[in-house]
């Protein structure tokens, strides 16, 4: 599979059922010449992502259905943790 980089703004956390949790991250491109309008992100096994925090994301790509870019994370990082101007 292919690897990106995303940095982008938590919007909300999905939970379709128990074992089924993803976070939505805002954002509006193009991948390989097809649309995304918004990425979810499987939940991390260790941390926890929050709602309207930024993040650095090193993530892997599943699939692209319907503009919405499924992935799995690889690696991440709050912005403000390494950004000094956000500090």
Same mark, same amino acid.
């Given at each position: ?31 390989? +010449?097809?649309?995304? $309008?918004?990425?979810?992100?499987? &939940?991390? %096994?260790?941390?926890?992502?929050? #709602? ?14 319907? +503009?919405?870019?499924? $992935?799995?994370?690889?690696?991440? &990082?709050? %912005?403000?943790?390494?950004?000094? #101007?956000?500090?």
């Amino acid at each position: 599979m292919k690897n990106v980089v995303l940095v982008s703004i938590c919007g909300k956390k999905v939970i379709r059922n128990k074992y089924d949790i993803y976070y939505s991250f805002h954002f509006k491109g193009y991948l390989n +010449g097809q649309r995304v $309008t918004s990425v979810e992100v499987c &939940k991390p %096994l260790r941390g926890s992502i929050l #709602v309207g925090e930024e993040y650095v994301m090193f993530l892997e790509v599943i699939e692209n259905c319907r +503009g919405v870019l499924r $992935t799995k994370l690889i690696k991440y &990082k709050e %912005l403000k943790k390494i950004c000094y #101007v956000c500090k």
